[in-house]
């Protein structure tokens, strides 16, 4: 029996097929997100299926989450992120207590209780500031792909000071910084410092480890560490961090399965 | 048709009005079907749920004719009195004279919202250099220059000090288009010294004799002035039943309050609990009238609870609200996301409070001004918050921020901490702007996954 997590997050749509029976994932995929969001995640479920030699009529159920999550109308129910990115990073990071999760238009600081279960959360203000978006913009004005932008980073020798959280007016800074000469290796690298002052200032006065970063921005380079240093707590990536939404909605597909269908760690 | 307790849009509300009025429904004169006040230009009606009960349909007639009701008293020949940033005190005192009619021009800040920007009061304050770094409420500003709001009011007050810096500076640009105002101080309430004379205020909080008696001499200036405006005397005798009147009215809302948000089933929506909560602190420009229209509003809750029904289902998340919303719409959204209101705070949990009438009426309006929690620290107001919302049984919390309203720009973190500390429930914190229509999805996904989160810890 095999059950469908699917994120529909703002720059990408992914999905996880999860064998219920045999405890463990089908197949996964991602496709970059649209305006047709439901075709887009068909489409890549039906790819996904394919892959796996499975039929659509072996999916028992479908969790949607991510932003479009109400939008797919395939789908049996919507989870938030919060939730989903939960149960995903437990699976994969069973001792996870802190959850940050950066991805294209939010960032999230999810607290767990030791069974798991999401005790509190914050998330950004609705400006782009510490988030996949404001990378973008930076990559863009810096002249690289957002996949050499870590690369990039790592190469610095001072990180520029970014002053300014809001996007538009750090985009500005950053136009003003290359204008005085800053290498824009520097600029790169105060560019993911000022992003994880930013996640990190979400958390309060207490961060309890250990703590797991996930989502889109996790893969890129640099970022990790940049966090630890705003923590000053060691920060862990979780294996596949762009997927974790996905399993995590894929894990409570299953557990709505009848007893004995869902085989799993996940104990939220 | 169900005539049962529900939420119904402004389209199925003809229908049921129509019902209403053939089963013999009674309206006072400012009755009349909701849709009318679209053609006024109340376009926000159009995507808004409200409350199917003839009680809800006279709280939603009664706000939205508020502006008749002005014009009918300047028309008489009242004097009107605008009451601004005080939240709730000046209105009793020009309610004790017959021939005096207070409102509130800062209410003027959910016109955007209810006329979806068609008014174009942000675009005049623009003008006067009060752009959108400033709180919505700048749309007073337009008001009192368009003059199509509300009449000019014959005595402005202001109270300062300890409120909202950004409606200070509002109210000083309005006076520097030549609307005189008399400013009263409100001073930051503080913790008695020891052995320091002190007093006790509404709500449980304590505060120096000296700031009472300061307060009291600068609601007696506001006094005279009401008096010299208004070309009549006011004794303590007529002061004393006007505290007495505003009680009834607070007492109304106490019951409405716990009925509502302790019963199994939300009786009544988030939205129509707002719009009635907020009569605490204006009236609505006709006291007498507010108490009847709460009387009418809790005989159906009661009702309701009586007959175990409501308007959400039975295992809503019960959700403590901080600050009131720019856009009403979110009060529908936090229901649609699974939540219900069992409690708020929206900046006057002191108009809430019953006004001391074993007191010195003066002294008894003083300590109430000085109970108001943005004369406090948001310490007060997050322990407040935290008492209340336990309480009522809250299993979340949301503070809604308002944009640009400095008095909430902070308070927020503290909020949700000290919650978090005492009471353990998840919080979130939202901003919420005139129209929020392009961040319903963001406000959505927030409101889910507090209700997600809470419903998560009921099964743990």
Same mark, same amino acid.
């Given at each position: 029996m095999i059950v469908v997590g699917v994120d529909a997050g703002s720059r990408a749509i992914k999905a996880v097929l999860w064998d219920a029976e045999c405890g463990g994932a089908a197949a996964s995929g991602v496709v970059d997100q649209g305006v047709e969001q439901d075709a887009l995640a068909l489409r890549l479920l039906a790819r996904l299926l394919a892959d796996a030699g499975r039929t659509r009529a072996e999916v028992a159920r479908i969790v949607a989450t991510g932003c479009g999550r109400h939008i797919l109308r395939f789908a049996d129910a919507a989870m938030t992120e919060i939730t989903c990115h939960a149960v995903g990073v437990r699976h994969v990071a069973p001792d996870a207590n802190t959850i940050v999760e950066v991805g294209g238009q939010d960032s999230k600081l999810i607290r767990l209780d030791r069974n798991g279960v999401v005790r509190d959360f914050v998330?950004?203000?609705?400006?782009?500031?510490?988030?996949?978006?404001?990378?973008?913009?930076?990559?863009?004005?810096?002249?690289?792909?957002?996949?050499?932008?870590?690369?990039?980073?790592?190469?610095?020798?001072?990180?520029?000071?970014?002053?300014?959280?809001?996007?538009?007016?750090?985009?500005?800074?950053?136009?003003?910084?290359?204008?005085?000469?800053?290498? &824009?290796?520097?600029?790169? @690298?105060?560019?993911? $410092?000022?992003? !994880? #002052? /930013?996640?990190?200032?979400?958390?309060?006065? %207490?961060?309890?480890?250990?703590?797991?970063?996930?989502?889109?921005?996790?893969?890129?380079?640099?970022?990790?560490?940049?966090?630890?240093?705003?923590?000053?707590?060691?920060?862990?990536?979780?294996?596949? &961090?762009?997927?974790?939404? @996905?399993?995590?909605? $894929?894990?409570? !597909? #299953? /557990?709505?399965?009848?007893?004995?269908?869902? %085989?799993?760690?996940?104990?939220? | 048709m169900n005539d049962g307790p529900r939420k119904i849009t402004l389209e199925e509300w003809e229908a049921r009005y129509t019902a209403l009025l053939a089963a013999g429904m009674r309206e006072p004169w400012y009755g009349g079907p909701l849709?009318?006040?679209?053609?006024?230009?109340?376009?926000?009606?159009?995507?808004?749920?409200?409350?199917?009960?003839?009680?809800?349909?006279?709280?939603?007639?009664?706000?939205?004719?508020?502006?008749?009701?002005?014009?009918?008293?300047?028309?008489?020949?009242?004097?009107?009195?605008?009451?601004?940033?005080?939240?709730?005190?000046?209105?009793?005192?020009?309610?004790?004279?017959?021939?005096?009619?207070?409102?509130?021009?800062?209410?003027?800040?959910?016109?955007?919202?209810?006329?979806?920007?068609?008014?174009?009061?942000?675009?005049?304050?623009?003008?006067?250099?009060?752009?959108?770094?400033?709180?919505?409420?700048?749309?007073?500003?337009?008001?009192?220059?368009?003059?199509?709001?509300?009449?000019?009011?014959?005595?402005?007050?202001?109270?300062?000090?300890?409120?909202?810096?950004?409606?200070?500076?509002?109210?000083?640009?309005?006076?520097?288009?030549?609307?005189?105002?008399?400013?009263?101080?409100?001073?930051?309430?503080?913790?008695?010294?020891?052995?320091?004379?002190?007093?006790?205020?509404?709500?449980?909080?304590?505060?120096?004799?000296?700031?009472?008696?300061?307060?009291?001499?600068?609601?007696?200036?506001?006094?005279?002035?009401?008096?010299?405006?208004?070309?009549t005397r006011l004794d303590d005798a007529a002061l004393n039943a006007g505290i007495a009147a505003a009680n009834r009215v607070r007492r109304l809302l106490a019951a409405l309050r716990r009925e509502a948000f302790m019963a199994e089933r939300a009786p009544l929506p988030a939205l129509e609990m707002l719009i009635a909560e907020m009569l605490a602190i204006h009236f609505c420009s006709d006291r007498a009238e507010t108490e009847e229209v709460l009387q009418d509003l809790l005989a159906e809750v009661r009702t309701r609870v009586d007959a175990r029904q409501g308007v959400l289902p039975r295992d809503a998340v019960r959700v403590f609200w901080v600050n009131p919303v720019a856009d009403l719409r979110a009060m529908n959204l936090l229901e649609e996301c699974g939540g219900r209101i069992c409690g708020t705070e929206y900046l006057f949990c002191h108009a809430l409070d019953a006004i001391p009438e074993d007191l010195a009426p003066m002294d008894a309006l003083a300590r109430t001004a000085l109970a108001d929690p943005m004369a406090g620290s948001a310490g007060d107001r997050a322990a407040r918050i935290c008492r209340d919302a336990d309480a009522f049984g809250a299993e979340a919390l949301v503070v809604s921020r308002i944009p640009g309203a400095s008095h909430c720009a902070s308070e927020g973190v503290i909020i949700r901490e000290t919650v978090h500390e005492t009471l353990r429930i998840p919080t979130v914190e939202i901003e919420v702007p005139p129209v929020c229509d392009a961040l319903q999805q963001t406000l959505r996904t927030r409101i889910e996954a507090l209700v997600e989160t809470a419903r998560a810890r009921r099964s743990r």
């Open positions: 998330m950004n203000d609705r400006c782009a500031a510490g988030t996949g978006r404001f990378l973008e913009m930076a990559a863009t004005r810096l002249g690289v792909s957002l996949g050499s932008f870590g690369a990039l980073a790592e190469r610095c020798r001072k990180p520029a000071v970014i002053s300014s959280m809001c996007v538009v007016f750090a985009e500005t800074e950053i136009i003003g910084l290359l204008a005085s000469g800053v290498a &824009p290796e520097d600029i790169a @690298a105060g560019i993911q $410092a000022s992003i !994880a #002052a /930013r996640v990190a200032g979400m958390s309060g006065r %207490r961060i309890e480890t250990p703590i797991v970063f996930t989502g889109g921005v996790a893969l890129v380079p640099g970022m990790a560490a940049a966090l630890e240093a705003a923590f000053r707590q060691p920060v862990s990536t979780a294996p596949e &961090p762009l997927m974790t939404g @996905a399993l995590g909605a $894929a894990l409570l !597909a #299953a /557990r709505d399965l009848p007893d004995g269908a869902f %085989r799993g760690r996940s104990s939220q | 849709s009318r006040h679209v053609a006024d230009g109340d376009y926000r009606l159009r995507t808004l749920y409200f409350d199917n009960s003839a009680a809800a349909l006279r709280l939603w007639n009664f706000l939205l004719t508020e502006e008749d009701r002005l014009r009918e008293a300047r028309a008489q020949g009242k004097t009107i009195v605008g009451a601004m940033k005080d939240l709730g005190t000046v209105p009793v005192i020009a309610f004790s004279l017959s021939n005096v009619v207070a409102f509130y021009p800062d209410g003027a800040w959910w016109i955007p919202c209810i006329m979806e920007l068609s008014a174009g009061l942000f675009r005049i304050a623009d003008k006067l250099g009060v752009n959108d770094a400033f709180c919505p409420v700048r749309a007073m500003l337009g008001a009192f220059v368009n003059e199509a709001h509300f009449p000019i009011p014959d005595l402005l007050t202001c109270s300062v000090g300890a409120t909202c810096d950004d409606f200070s500076a509002i109210a000083q640009r309005l006076e520097g288009l030549g609307h005189g105002i008399l400013w009263w101080e409100i001073p930051r309430r503080r913790v008695p010294d020891p052995g320091e004379d002190a007093v006790l205020l509404p709500g449980g909080f304590v505060a120096p004799a000296s700031q009472a008696a300061f307060v009291r001499s600068e609601l007696e200036r506001v006094r005279a002035a009401i008096e010299t405006a208004a070309g």
